[in-house]
């Protein structure tokens, strides 16, 4: 729950404490749209965009294609609410001529390079609803306060001239814009930014843009945006939508689509970046007493300063051989004076509330996914044993039933065997039987001759 409630944080555009540091990276990507909030002091934040817009080319000269890198570097020092920021792209642009036929060539350079500083000047307070435990009702109730917005301002300056052909507006002109952000939840804000740019020149431009955000679980977020920009000769705007995954504390992934309306044209924008913070951020701390009161340093007294040249030379050479943990005070009672040697007093910052459970936090998910990959291992490890057991059963089955087929053959052969035999046998007997008739026929034949002869023999 506080590892949740420490990544509810927004990013994008979200934010939702006072404080201008937060724990996680606060990317104003993929949106162009600006929060009144810096990103803290000691954080160096660069948030890049690979983009590629396509849009039909008009009668006349126009940039219907354009192919880019765009880099947006931001820090801050001196104040947690300034912010300093350099906003620039790194593109190549087609421009073409469309009349009878269309014909075009490509110019690399430059789009845009705006160096800006931008101020949180006001940031209201909501009711703790999680105090209200009287009323359900009164719990979960809408806090009207939250149509008061955060607002901060913004100056910059436009190098106009150093910009490719298509994106060149002459000398430095400057900018400045109002920056408001209503938090209408945990979940849900609205950034509205409003924008006078290239002021003093025939490029001079009003333009404004509103962009909300909902943060769908504790790494996704989606947002919706629309911008209108007013030219002298022209108007021109887009809508977007995209999403960002925050990769980790200090990195965070996006990615948008937008349509283009440039007069009577429509086009199309889709880009994906990356948002990356190098993170040296030291959180300030008062040091005070049990009563609440500041404790200044103490200076300290340099017992050498009544000395002599060589008397003091003497004493700097001895103090690089002491230990620099430990030093000399002298205690005086009356007349009697007591060098003694004790360690030097150290004062330690007590650590932050947040490092702490961000540490703990880290330290269960490493427990977790210890306990996880041992468990996955013993799993693993309990299916290859059931299934070398499974094999084992297999085996021994198969043996079992190859030896009842062996035995079974060896009965079926046996059996044929002595069929064969008293086959054989009774064939015999009755070869014995034919050879015995045979006999006795032959003999009856003889027989039957002799009395034909004695027959004969008593005729004659």
């Known amino acids: 729950m506080i590892k949740k409630l420490l990544l509810f944080i927004a990013f994008l555009s979200t934010l939702v404490v006072n404080a201008q540091y937060t724990t996680v990276i606060n990317s104003n990507r993929p949106g162009f749209s600006e929060s009144p909030y810096s990103v803290g002091s000691g954080v160096y934040q660069f948030e890049t965009n690979l983009f590629f817009r396509k849009i039909n080319a008009t009668p006349t000269f126009s940039n219907p294609e354009a192919f880019g890198l765009n880099l947006l570097f931001r820090t801050s020092f001196f104040s947690e609410k300034l912010e300093f920021n350099l906003n620039t792209s790194i593109q190549r642009d087609k421009i073409a001529f469309k009349n009878l036929f269309e014909s075009s060539y490509n110019k690399v350079g430059l789009g845009n390079l705006t160096l800006g500083a931008k101020y949180l000047i006001y940031a209201p307070k909501y009711n703790d609803k999680k105090k209200e435990i009287r009323s359900w009702r009164a719990r979960h109730s809408f806090d009207y306060k939250r149509w008061i917005p955060h607002i901060g301002i913004y100056a910059g300056l436009n190098f106009g001239s150093l910009l490719n052909e298509p994106h060149k507006e002459g000398g430095i002109s400057p900018k400045v814009g109002l920056l408001l952000q209503n938090e209408f939840s945990s979940k849900l804000n609205v950034v509205t930014n409003i924008y006078y740019d290239n002021i003093g020149t025939d490029f001079s431009e009003l333009s404004y843009i509103v962009t909300g955000t909902y943060n769908f679980n504790d790494y996704w977020s989606g947002f919706a945006e629309w911008q209108d920009i007013f030219e002298t000769y022209e108007r021109k705007n887009n809508i977007g939508v995209g999403a960002a995954y925050l990769f ?8 948008a689509v937008r349509s283009n309306f440039n007069q009577d044209e429509i086009g199309i924008t889709t ?3 990356v948002s990356y913070r190098l993170n040296r951020h030291k959180d ?8 609440g009161n500041k404790i200044e340093a103490q200076k300290t007294t340099k017992y050498t300063q009544n000395k002599g040249f060589f008397g003091r030379l003497f004493d700097n050479i001895k103090g690089l051989f002491k230990k620099k943990d430990k030093q000399t005070i002298t205690i005086k009672e009356g007349e009697k004076e ?6 030097k007093p150290r004062r ?8 702490v459970i961000v540490k703990e936090d880290i330290k269960q998910k490493k427990k977790t996914t210890k306990a996880e990959k041992k468990a996955a291992k013993k799993a693993k490890k309990d299916a290859e044993k059931a299934v070398k057991n499974k094999e084992k059963e297999r085996l021994k089955l198969e043996k079992e039933i190859k030896k009842l087929e062996e035995k079974e053959a060896k009965n079926k052969e046996k059996e044929r065997l002595k069929l064969e035999k008293e086959a054989i046998k009774e064939a015999k007997r009755k070869e014995e039987e034919r050879l015995k008739l045979e006999k006795e026929i032959k003999k009856l034949e003889e027989d039957i001759k002799k009395e034909e002869e004695k027959e004969q023999n008593k005729d004659n």
């Open 348 to 355: 330690e910052r007590s650590k932050s509330l947040v490092d």
């Open 338 to 343: 007591e060098e003694i040697t004790i360690d």
């Open 271 to 273: 880009s994906i970046g």
């Open 248 to 255: 980790s504390e200090n990195m965070q992934f996006n990615a």
């Open 284 to 291: 300030k701390f008062l040091e005070v007493d049990e009563f």
